[in-house]
């Protein structure tokens, strides 16, 4: 199992960036995606999610209204479009994914697999 993200890198604030995973060796259609990350110095939290069907999304408070997460069943892929970054979107972000999730994840527990992140750097 891989889920290869890609798309970290340095911004300013209220710049944009979209992350992109690629999951694989699973059957990218059971499974719900999304992303998690850690920030310095703190344990990983719950950013957004798109459950196994595609027709539902989830979000953390700090990020609603600024991140769109989607999927894309044809390519295999999903994605994290994130606009008006702030420094504290600094972090190293996960591609993560659950069996047939359909509820929100609360804890990193809740999700079966984890990509190795890529980081975002916010300068203000």
């Known amino acids: 199992v891989q889920l290869q993200a890609s798309g970290g890198g340095t911004v300013q604030a209220g710049d944009s960036l979209r992350l992109s995973c690629a999951p694989s060796g699973f059957n990218f259609n059971s499974y719900a995606l999304g992303w998690f990350r850690q920030r310095p110095g703190r344990m990983r939290e719950f950013v957004a999610e798109?459950?196994?069907?595609?027709?539902?999304?989830f979000y953390a408070d700090s990020v609603k209204d600024r991140f769109t997460i989607s999927r894309d069943g044809a390519k295999k892929m999903v994605y994290l479009e994130m606009t008006s970054l702030k420094p504290e979107d600094t972090a190293v972000y996960y591609c993560?994914?659950?069996?047939?999730?359909?509820?929100?994840?609360?804890?990193?527990?809740?999700?079966?697999?984890w990509g190795y992140g890529t980081l975002v750097t916010v300068s203000s």
């Open positions: 798109v459950n196994w069907r595609g027709n539902e999304t």
């Open positions: 993560v994914a659950e069996f047939f999730g359909e509820s929100a994840w609360n804890h990193q527990d809740d999700v079966e697999y």
